[in-house]
């Protein structure tokens, strides 16, 4: 699905009417930026999981509480852990701070184009850019329909996790079961 269609199962969930371009609706235009991105904050999706090894930064920390200072990866839109779970950093500025030398971050990368979406991130973005959209489409500010969207993105967003988890377990599986029927054939 591109921006036009997931924009227009949004519009259909509030009564609106549909666009033909994503820059013909200004609430559409201005909101799904946020509404994308909040919405892959939200899980640590497959689709959009990084794990990158950082790249260390020559300066020194400006701070005594960290020894070592790295860059964060252009693409990162949400840090999620270093590879050692337990290693303590804080970002501040473009940086990741840390005292580990671990340099491995899993982190939620922006993935812009929408084609790369799943369906059940798709239904989740869905419902969020109805809810932030909906107030500004019908015109009343007294409607609970933002408010709806939002309760039906929650209760929709448990599902897609599950959904989401689900496909790396069948993944996994199949390509050890492909693993085994090919070191018996051997």
């Given at each position: 699905m591109d921006q036009v269609e997931i924009s227009n199962a949004s519009l259909?969930?509030?009564?609106?009417?549909?666009i033909i371009s994503p820059d013909e609706d200004l609430a559409v235009k201005a909101m799904w930026p946020l509404a994308r991105d909040t919405t892959l904050i939200d899980h640590t999706w497959k689709f959009a999981h990084e794990i990158k090894e950082l790249a260390q930064l020559s300066q020194e920390p400006d701070t005594a509480a960290w020894s070592y200072m790295y860059q964060i990866p252009n693409d990162c839109l949400y840090p999620r852990r270093m590879d050692d779970e337990s290693t303590e950093y804080e970002i501040i500025g473009g940086a990741i701070y840390t005292n580990e030398s671990s340099r491995i971050l899993h982190y939620t990368k922006s993935v812009e184009n929408p084609e790369l979406y799943p369906v059940h991130f798709v239904n989740v973005l869905a419902y969020r850019l109805a809810s932030m959209i909906a107030t500004r489409k019908t015109g009343s500010k007294s409607s609970n329909l933002?408010?709806?969207?939002?309760?039906i993105y929650n209760l929709e967003l448990p599902q897609a996790i599950a959904v989401d988890q689900s496909q790396e377990n069948i993944s996994m599986r199949g390509s050890e079961e492909e693993d085994s029927f090919i070191s018996a054939r051997k």
């Open positions: 259909t969930l509030i009564g609106a009417k549909q933002p408010k709806l969207m939002l309760e």
